[in-house]
Structure formats: C-alpha cells, structure tokens
DNA sequence: GCCTTTCGTTCATCCGAACAACCAAATCCC
DNA sequence: GGGATTTGGTTGTTCGGATGAACGAAAGGC
C-alpha cells in the first residue's frame, strides 16, 4: 500500500480495503475504460476480489459498467468494461501562469468537463488574483451535474510552495512572498473544500507521468520554462518533494561564476543563460512579450546563431540534472518545448558532451504529450489524490450541489 | 506495506503478513531493544497482533524475550521486552575503498560481530580484489555460530553501479569498467548467496539514515569526499536511485566552465575543485598519500589560506545540491569530514550565499554519526533488506553454517 | 453446432487482524 | 503497607476481506 511519508507503520485490514479500492480507482482514472479481466491481472488479485472491489465503488456512484471492452482478442467470454460514470467526482485545475490563470472542471480519468481563463494585468495582490480565481471557479461549475461531488481544488503556482502547509513562500514573477493563496481562494468561493497548492514544474512532471509521454516511466524530469527556469522530478515512479516541498529548484544551479548577476543575487545561475529574459534579449524580443516567449519562438522557422547557442547551455546544464538524477526520460516544457524543437541538435550535443556516459545512456530528451496543459493535469491529479488513497473517505467530504452553494 | 518500484498493485493477505512481520523486524533492527508496547504504538496494531508477530519471529529464531525494557515510567505493567538474539541471522559487510578493503559480520541491530580489512595495491584487478575479498570473508566467519543463518552479502562500491544488475559500470579509481563484481567475488567464496552492490555516497546515505546523524531525518544527503566526490540521497525515507540506479552522482555538476580538465574530459568540474587531488595540490600533500586526504586534513590545526578557498566552494557547490534536492540534512562523509572540521566557517558561508533561503532555512550541516564505517553500515543495511521485505522467505533461502561449506 | 477458452457470479473457506475478557505486574496514594 | 489504578500479556472469539471451487455465460475456433 502507499506508504505515505510515515514509514514503519503496519498494514491493518481496514487499511487494505482502502488501498485495494483505491488503488482501483486509480487505474479507472488512468486508463479511463479498463475491463475487469485486465484489473485482476495488473493488481494481483482474484476474480471474485476485483468483483467486489467494483461493486463497492458501483455503489459509492463513482464507476458503472461499461461495454465490453475489446482489449483482448481472442476465444473466451470477453471481460466486461468498468467505466467512469457522468455524474461522477470531479476536481478544480487552477494553473496559474505568469500572465494568465486557467481554471478547469475536469474528471476522473482526466477529461476537461469546462473550461476557463483570464489574464492577470502585470504584478497583482493576491487577493486580486484570488478572487478573479473564485469568479473563473465559479464559471466552471456552471453546468456541473448537482449530484456530482467536488473532490477538490489544486493550483499550481509557479514558486516555491511549503509542504506542509502550502504557503506560496516565494513566486518571483508574481511578487509574493509567503502568501497563503489557498485560503485566499477558498474565503473568496465561501466554501471550504480540500485545497493543495503545488509547484508549476512538480505538477508537470506528475501529469507527464500519469497522462504524457512520460506513462510508464518512473523516473522522469520536467524541466519548465517559465520565466524561471525549474524542474519537477518524479523518482521511482513518486514525487521527489524534498524535506520543505522545494526540490527540483534547478534554476539557480551554479553555471558560469563569471555569468550575468542572478535576480536571486548570485552571478551566473543556469537561469540567467537559460531564462526567458536571457532569451528575449538574445533574439531581441520586447520585455512585454517575455510570458509569451513560447509562443514567440514557435513564430521562428530557422534557428539563429545566438538560440543555438542558448540551446547548448540548456543541453550542458540538463548534464548536470541528468547526472544528479538519472532520469530516463526529461520532458521540456514551457518556452523549452519551443526552443527544443528549434535547436534540439545542440541541447542533445550539450548533454552529451557533460553528462557522464551511464547516465546518459539511459536518458531520452521529450517534448511534453499534453502540450501546453500538462500543469494543468497535474494540478487536477493532485486534486483527484486523497480519492485514490482512501475513496470512501474522500466522497464522505466530498462537496454536492456546488453550484448552488456557491450562489449562496 | 512498502511499495517497491511496482506500484498499482493490490495487497493480499499473505502480503499484509509478510509486511507487518518484516517492519516489526526492521524496528528491532532499528532499535535493537524495543518493548512490545511501544511495538504496538509506532505500529498502529493490536496488542494481540503484535504478539502473533512476536511468537512467529520467536519461532523463527530471530527474536527472544528480553528484559522488561525500561522506556516508560509510571504506573502499569511493565511491557516485555523484545530482544535480538545472539544465533540470529548475520550479513557480510565488504566496503571497497580506495586503497584498502574493510570485511565485516554484522548482526541484526547492527552489530558487527567480527572485522577484518587488507589493502590494496594500486590498481588491482578485479579477480585478485575478488579473492582478496574471498579470504576477508573467509576471516569474518570463522567464530560464527554454525546454526546462525547468512542473509546475504553486501558490497559498496566506489563507482556507479547499474541498479538492475548490480554491475558495475565504472570504478574510476579502481580502473574498473563494466565488471560483475558480485559474481567474481562468488565465484571466489564457492557459495551461492544473495549479494547486492551499491554505490559507496548512497550506502553512507543510507546508514547515516538508519543508525547515524540521521535518524528520523527522511531527506538526507550524504555527500562523500573519497578521491571522487558522489553523493548518496534519501528522500521521503528512501533512496533516490535513478533510473539506472546512478543518481547522485554530483561530482561532475558545473562549477566553473573556465576551471581546470576534469578526468571525466570535461572543465570544471566540481570535483576539479573538491576533488582529493585538488586538495592535495592546495596543501602540498604527495599524491601517494591521497588516498589517506582524510587522515592528512586531520593533522591540520590551523586551516590555509588554500584551504579556507576550497572550504568555499565545497559550500557553494553544496548549495546547488540544497537547491535540487531540498535535504533537510547534509553529512559530509569521507575527507570532507575533516575539511568541515578545519573550515566548517567558509562551507557555511559558501552555502548561505549561493543557496535559495526557502531550502537553505530547513537544512543543516553535519559530520557523520557513525565516523568511517558509514559506508560499512549501508552495506550491511542492503544485505539485510530482504529480510524485512519477506521474513520467512529470506530466511528459508538464507544459509547456516557457513563456515563448513567455506571450507569445503 | 460443439468444444474450448475466458470470465462473471455465487458460495463456502480461510487467514489474520481486532475485540473483549481476564489475569499479571508494576506504580500511586492514602 | 495495602488497595486502587494503570498498563500490558494471554486467550478465545468475532469479523472483515481475500481466496478458491463450482457453475453458468459469452465469445472464438473448427
């Protein structure tokens, strides 16, 4: 069973149920239409187990049956399909970008029921943000099913958010120090539902790993170009969080001494070679334009001399992630996603020059398999986790009737 | 119940067995005296299931009555005590260093029953190493009790070792390349027993974790100065592996791109700076003597003026492992034990400067718990593994009376 | 159209954790 | 010092849930 961050403890039986339903669960909502036959033989247990399992999550309304699902070819009965249902559980996504807010109602099994965004204008309060929150919130649950329940809200916020509690302790681009956005969302909805907070990068990297290029690896970077520059790191098939929640900070790797000064007061952190200001100013793009740097590079056909460049330094420093912690799979995201496609050659050409060979050997440069929305996804996943580590519980808070309550 | 890299899987019943009786074993491990009470409470289990635990163990062998344990006072019952006992199972500890090889028994609870450790000679092959190992091994075994049971063997390595094999890719100090150094050293002993080879920094790691500084830490980092600098990451309670099992290998991050060749073939290495040869150069120490650094800074009273600049950048190279991996706890193993010792003042500044204060604020700096046999300790803690994975298998495969069948 | 294969369903079984009752061994307190 | 109290080991029972066998259902293969 999932082991959270308590270890040592024992298994009782009530824990096991917990574990099975929910682990069930989670394989619904990864591959959306599974057949039974399929479940007993990827989770291990017998017919007769996974048949009750179903029938208790058939009962809570989460699942129903579905057709027949023509995984397997062949003679035999074919085993029946286990579907998500209509009115079934649903998650809040908040991405909040650099100068934009997405919100999503999305699903289980990771489909988008609505969706929503607006712009945020230059440096804002975070009550400001919070509450243009609330209202895109609020736009999403319009024509959700009344008896469907809210399982949560996630936010993905790109800084660095403590673990423990979720405070936004820093976000460069938005100006915020030590803000506890969350409860700033939930007092500007008037609702109390569960709420989680975490990082842009972390979230990509998760989303990779569940709905992306990265299913089925189980150690996976996502190194996101955002203004900054970070990096969510999935190790054995789990989030690396680190004792503070802040791991994967690789924007501020030691690079060139000599470098450029760092807003974060050193001189030549990767950030500043690789960073979306290094990059406007190397292809001489407007300051204003920087938080669409991805889409102004996709604008370019031809590579020039000082992207290649930039596209170096971005393979020499993956080196140093590469051997720190030996992926095997690092998707670039953000502006990354753009510039990877411009000057793939000489990012593969730095990584391979600095990274030492075990390493590297192992290792695939990607682009991310839910384009621009991978953040998006795994601020959902994060959303949808307590209803995969215990489902009974999650749907007994679980909020119904939203809509109405967020008239009120 | 401890979900390997197989994740998804249900839990059966045997499994909640064999996990319950193997974490009750790790906790004795762990605490070498624990009472069945305090069983109870850290596991969150029943009196009586604790004792069904208990008598199965008993009946194995592995644990006795011990004395009535003294950790709580106050009124009631004093609970029983639950003891390790002296024919229980043991492991093979081998820790190859640079220039000598250290052979121990160890018991469960750590304690090591027999030592013994032999030099090696400049570069050395891995056959004549293997045997050199073999007689070692023959050494420690010789007052074992014949009915007590081996679990396994162990082996740290100074170099990557590929996770899935346990091959090892590349001892640079060794001259080793892609040698199946576990099998060798089986081939040399006669016997067939399980053996697991790991990386030296993740060993150090991992039993500064279980035994060390770091007890109770859950992210911890090891970072170990021999004559490569590598570290070892535990992360939420376990080892950071990698994919192929390389992770940590931060020797080569990019410090200074105008820095001296590095034998990696790339500049600027950290270990250009950190490195045993760097810091032999700085202070004038012959190269034969390198392998011995530590002993050498230890004879330092006062630190140089060289000394104190490469005090600084082990701290700003250290900072960049802070920003990645968010430690709440580093431990400088190896010779920068010493090094700390001498200009612990400039390491502090070096990290404080260049590290971002959100990972910065939650992480401390620390010389290892358990001196130089760290290393020594990991090793005996991956042998024991599959004992508290699966009891009752482990030690139905795990041999008795070792000494005779060396013989033969 | 029958055999084979695979799977859902049902029921009995079994394993192991939990619970309750009882007894044992210490401290606390008058 | 002796009962009250508190804590914990022991034992027998209960109960939850995974398992296994038996049977019927739904497909393909010949």
Known sequence: MATDRRAGTGTNQEAVRRHNLGTLLRHVHRAEQVSRAELTSVMGLNRSTIAGLVGELESLGV????????????????????????????????????????????GLGGTVQQRN???IEGVAEAWQVGSSVATLIRGVVEDAPASAPLVGIGISVPGLIRRSDGLVRLAPNLEWHDVSFGSIVLAALGLDVPISLANDAD?????EHERGVGVGVDDLIYVSGNVGVGAGVISAGRRLEGAGGYAGEVGHLRFNPAGKPCHCGNRGCWETEVGAHAIAAA???????????????????EPTKELRVIGGHLGS?????VNAFNPQMVVLGGYFRALYTLVGAEVNRGLAE????????SVTLSLPGLADDSVLFGAAEIAFEPLFVDPVAALGTALVDVRSRLAG
Chains 1, 2 share one sequence.
């Open 117 to 119: 965004r607006a712009p």
């Open 203 to 207: 979230l990509g990297a998760l989303a």
């Open 283 to 301: 292809i001489r793009c407007p300051e204003d334009k920087v938080p669409q740097l991805g889409e102004v590079l996709d604008s370019f056909t």
């Open 63 to 106: 699942i129903e049956r579905g057709v027949p699902a023509g995984g397997r070819r062949g003679a035999g009965r074919p085993s029946a399909g286990v579907a998500l249902t209509d009115q079934g559980p649903y998650v809040i996504a908040v991405d909040l970008g650099v100068d934009r807010v997405s919100v999503a109602r999305i």
């Open 317 to 321: 420093g993956l080196a140093s992630i």
């Open 354 to 361: 600095r990274a030492l060979p075990a390493p590297l050997e």
